[in-house]
Structure formats: C-alpha cells, structure tokens
C-alpha cells in the first residue's frame, strides 16, 4: 500500500505526531467503556492518554518501533498499556472482548477496511463506542498531513457504508487545526465519527 516506511518515520528520537492524545479523541474519552482497542496507534499517545483514565488500553500497530516507544511513553507516565504488532489486514481480535474501539488517523486501504471494520464491530461488547477520526478525501493537496491517495481517506458515505452495525452518535466533516507533531499540522479537511452498537 502506499503509506510510509512506519518503522523509519518512528525511529527519530521525537515523537512524529506528538505525546498529547487527539483532541477530538479527547473530548469524547469519557463515552469509552473498558477495556478499548486502539488500531494504528503508532508512538502510542492516544493509548496512554486512555490508560490515564483508568481505562485497559490494548494498541496494536504494524510498527515494533512506533510501539516501543509507546511502551517506554507508559512507562513514564507511570500507566499500563499493552501492545501487539501486527498487520491490520490479518488482524483478527476476539469476539466480544472490547467497550471500546479507537482509530485515529488509521488510514487503509478500502480493500482492508472492507474485512477489518466488520471485525472491529464484532469484538465491541453491546453498547460498546468506536471513536474514529480520519483525513477527509478533500485534504488532498492541502499540505497539512495525511495520504495522497483517494482509497485511504474517507468521506462521511464511506462511514455510512463500512461501519455497518453500528448506531451514529456523530458523523461530520468538519475543517479544524490540527495540531499533532511535525506531520500533522495545519487546517485539515477531517471525518469524525462516533458510533455506538447496539445493546
């Protein structure tokens, strides 16, 4: 696919995208029910923002750097998390098994979405809370981080599409700052999502 080298990005000693959690996942932390999932989670700055609030957090990311130093960001900030590298196109977690799911800027190709997000719904619990937020196809060009390419970005159609069995709290493209490291910085052109299945 044509992402990044994810392992060389990581591998400076600064954080790519920061140590502060997402904003957007920020303000909405408090609907998450225990334990969560966290997909792509990188350098691990969402993950340890979840485990701050008391919440088992379980990251997983194709990067064994990006996770290393998630794993070294917890240690010092005196929470746990627990991790796994693994490849989000044979990723298969355990039914039933999560309150909560997270994907921030996890940008697949629609070929993996289309066999991930129907597993990610079957391992939230009922009543469990994806928080998703994601370039928008119409960041393209705009310079302020993200994919180039089409398939990795969503639009608010694709949610409606792909995220089936789930009930909407949220869905919006919005534009706000997006202030997270030195690759994501700038007005960007975002999809939020919260959606919530069913009791």
Known sequence: MSQPDWNARYSASEFAYGTEPNSFLKQHADLLLDPVLSIAEGEGRNAVFLASKGLRV?????????????????ADRKVDITTEVTDLQNFTPEPNAYGG?????????????????????????????????????????RGTGGPSDPDLLL???????????????????????????????????VIQYIGKKSS
């Not at 379980?58 to 917890?74: I, Q, W, Y």
């Not at 070929?111 to 370039?135: D, F, H, W």
Request: aromatic share 6%; with cysteine.
């Open 58 to 74: 379980h990251a997983v990311d194709n990067s064994s750097v990006g996770l290393a130093k998630a794993a070294k960001l917890a």
């Open 101 to 141: 799911v997270v994907s921030i800027y996890a940008h697949l190709p629609s070929s993996i979405r289309a066999k991930l997000y129907p597993l990610l719904v079957k391992t939230m619990r009922p009543g469990g809370i994806l928080i998703l937020e994601s370039y928008s196809e119409n960041q393209r060009g």
């Open 155 to 189: 639009t608010c159609g694709k949610v409606e599409k792909e995220w089936v069995g789930l009930e909407t709290i949220l869905l919006q493209e919005t534009e706000r700052e997006v202030l997270e490291g030195k690759f994501h910085t700038g007005l960007a052109s």
